[in-house]
Nanobody
Framework: QVRLVESGGGLVQTGGSLRLSCAASRIIFSIYTMSWYRQAPGKQRDLVATITNGGSTNYADSVKGRFTISRDNGKMTVYLQMNSLKPEDTAVYYC??????????WGQGTQVTVSS
């Protein structure tokens, strides 16, 4: 069974940095588009950043210039480097692997809290 395990969340002050990791197993990692989503309390889950199997990236406007998504296919891991964090970045961050709609997997999430 495919497994995605996020780590690296925590509590940080405004302006600080965190690096999230998502380790995949039982998946041909290199062929999947990997994404990070986030969900704040009472809000919908929103796309934060995506990296395709070819390495192309895309970001939500709210994180452009502050967050960087990357992947290491050899380690089957996707990363989200988050800099200049703001209180509005507080959310549970989820890792997603997708090849097509019917081939879509989620991690359990990791909490990021940014204090003002």
């Amino acid at each position: 069974q495919v497994r995605l395990v996020e780590s690296g969340g925590g509590l940080v002050q405004t302006g600080g940095s965190l690096r999230l990791s998502c380790a995949a197993s039982r998946i041909i990692f290199s062929i999947y588009t990997m994404s990070w989503y986030r969900q704040a309390p009472g809000k919908q889950r929103d796309l934060v950043a995506t990296i395709t199997n070819g390495g192309s990236t895309n970001y939500a406007d709210s994180v452009k210039g502050r967050f960087t998504i990357s992947r290491d296919n050899g380690k089957m891991t996707v990363y989200l480097q988050m800099n200049s964090l703001k209180p509005e970045d507080t959310a549970v961050y989820y890792c997603n692997a997708q090849r097509r709609v019917s081939d879509d997997y989620w991690g359990q999430g990791t909490q990021v809290t940014v204090s003002s």
